[in-house]
């Protein structure tokens, strides 16, 4: 077997949700234009991939995880030549560009759908899932997973929005059109995909596998077989219900359908277990340096992982894992803890400017499908309201999807109208413009962390061993690689903690405090990378 270039093993990827992003001809939408004017931004962090949600044609009841033609560019951001210009300066600045591919479901104005609906006798009937009574599956964005078609008396099956009908991977035809889709735009020269809930493509609904069901590594091969195995592009596919083990099998040859995944057990410890997302707990740093290294062990010699705090359905890692009155100390803290781990690291945009979440006072501020339908439900289910807009303020995917925060200026200067989305008020804080003038702010920090980062080959192969993994306060882990050893310590909390770890024999080579000298106190959220050189006959 030829080996494939792993250029994305050594990549920092930036997500970009392109309705926030920027907004070039003052509509109060992000666009395609708008990202092109923010590319030297991008590259200038350090930046080599760029992940959109998706931007294909969708009457955007979930922001565009609803499409209704995959070879379309959605109007609201641009047009085709505008995507084609943006891929060139892309790629004229040395950098990739990869898309947000949805293929467990389309919406419900796709012309397939549109089709099996008018005419049940079409072939695109069975290109959805139809059932003459419903089972008891329930929809993320609350309620049954089935909605009554009068007109045929069935039920159409969808895990998502009711305007999200789950696609029949079981029908050939439908996955044939599917690889055309992918080998489209990969002919279009894109870099790759991000591949939407793509651990749902296997299930057997009637046995109630939805998750990593039995036909998973069949439809996986095929699209792999089909459209990635010849071409130097990467993937990553998001697996909300994939294990650890299970992420690895599918990463590594001979399975490697997919370059990486999402993985998601880490972003479940707040969570009380067996509830809701919306039933929070507190975390336990033991418990999350624990799967930490447990993740780590299990890519140790095989497979590849992704690093992520945040996305646009994450609420902001400042606000969920840090302290929004230590915001820069808090987010470099948390980026270096994670980023320096083996993996590719993600970056969800605004992250790198701290930005924080947002707390809206009343349901009409919330736009996001998932919130409205979550309010609805708790409401009826006789929850106070006060609790329902608490859990909002935490967990809201709306969180980490207000407008990008440019400047000072009204809007944030993301918009010259009001956006579609209300603003962070805190954007005269936090802001791009402040940041880049200040070489002690969150971008420039996150600048300096991954120019070392890509300095050693430490972080790439390096073994990870954390330190005193019990210690309730420190997160703090070795990578080892030949002569040349990583360690780095962070202060996951808001209070001084005691440096008990050993640093003798390394040499500090970036912290996020100004003072370098290290005491045996840590001050809240400090952070440091050391470096240890050993001689090479050790
Ligand atoms: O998300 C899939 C998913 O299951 C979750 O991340 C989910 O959105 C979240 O847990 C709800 O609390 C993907 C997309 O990232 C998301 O934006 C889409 O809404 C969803 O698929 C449907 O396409
Ligand atoms: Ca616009």
């Given at each position: 077997m030829e080996e494939k270039i792993n250029w994305w093993k050594n990549s920092v990827i930036y997500q970009i949700y392109p309705l926030s992003f920027n907004d070039s001809n003052n509509d109060g939408i992000g666009d395609i234009n708008g990202i092109r004017e923010k590319l030297d931004y991008l590259k200038n962090l350090g930046v080599d991939v760029i992940w959109f949600s998706p931007i294909y044609e969708s009457p955007m009841v979930d922001n565009g995880y609803d499409i209704s033609d995959y070879y379309k560019i959605n109007p609201i951001f641009g047009t085709i030549e505008d995507f084609k210009n943006l891929l060139n300066e892309v790629h004229e600045k040395g950098m990739r560009l990869i898309m947000d591919l949805v293929v467990n479901h389309t919406s419900n104005e796709h012309v397939w759908f549109k089709e099996a609906l008018s005419n049940p006798n079409s072939k695109y009937r069975d290109y959805y899932i139809w059932r003459d009574k419903p089972s008891d599956i329930n929809s993320v964005f609350s309620g049954p997973a089935w909605t009554f078609d009068k007109m045929s008396n069935q039920y159409y099956f969808h895990?998502?929005?009711?305007e999200q009908p789950d696609l029949n991977w079981q029908n050939e035809d439908l996955r044939k059109e599917i690889y055309q889709i992918i080998n489209y735009w990969l002919d279009f020269g894109i870099d790759g995909f991000r591949l939407d809930v793509i651990d749902l493509i296997g299930k057997n609904i009637d046995n109630k596998q939805v998750a990593d069901g039995p036909f998973l590594e069949k439809h996986l091969k095929e699209m792999y077989d089909n459209c990635f195995r010849d071409r130097d592009v990467m993937t990553v596919g998001e697996t909300p219900a994939l294990s650890v083990d299970r992420a690895k099998e599918l990463t590594?040859?001979?399975?490697?359908?997919?370059?990486m995944v999402f993985q998601f057990s880490h972003i479940a410890l707040d969570e009380v277990k067996g509830k809701s997302k919306w039933h929070k707990k507190m975390l336990d740093l033991v418990e999350l340096k624990e799967l930490f290294q447990s993740i780590q062990n299990t890519f140790k010699t095989s497979g590849w992982t992704s690093l992520f705090w945040?996305?646009?359905?994450?609420?902001?890692a400042v606000s969920r894992y840090g302290d929004e009155n230590y915001n820069y100390e808090s987010a470099t803290m948390l980026m270096t803890v994670l980023y320096g781990l083996k993996g590719t690291p993600f970056i969800y945009q605004g992250e790198e400017l701290g930005m924080t979440g947002i707390k809206f006072d009343s349901i009409n501020q919330y736009k996001d499908v998932e919130s409205i339908n979550m309010y609805n439900e708790y409401l009826n289910l006789g929850y106070d309201e006060k609790w329902i807009l608490d859990a909002l303020h935490t967990k809201s995917r709306d969180n980490s999807r207000t407008p990008m925060q440019w400047d000072n200026s009204k809007y944030a200067g993301f918009s010259k109208v009001k956006p579609w989305i209300e603003v962070n008020e805190n954007y005269k804080n936090i802001n791009a413009q402040n940041q880049l003038n200040d070489k002690n702010s969150v971008y420039n920090y996150f600048k300096k962390f991954f120019e070392l980062r890509k300095n050693y080959q430490t972080f790439i192969d390096g073994e990870t061993k954390f330190v005193e993994i019990k210690s309730k306060n420190i997160f703090a882990y070795q990578r080892l690689y030949k002569n040349k050893n990583i360690l780095i310590i962070g202060n996951f909390n808001n209070k001084p903690n005691e440096l008990t770890i050993d640093i003798e024999n390394y040499t500090l080579?970036?912290?996020?405090?100004?003072?370098?000298k290290i005491k045996n106190i840590l001050p809240p959220y400090w952070v440091g990378v050391f470096m240890e050189e050993l001689n090479d006959d050790n």
């Open positions: 895990l998502f929005a009711k590594t040859y001979p399975k490697n359908y997919l370059d945040s996305n646009h359905d994450q609420p902001r080579l970036l912290t996020n405090y100004e003072n370098k």
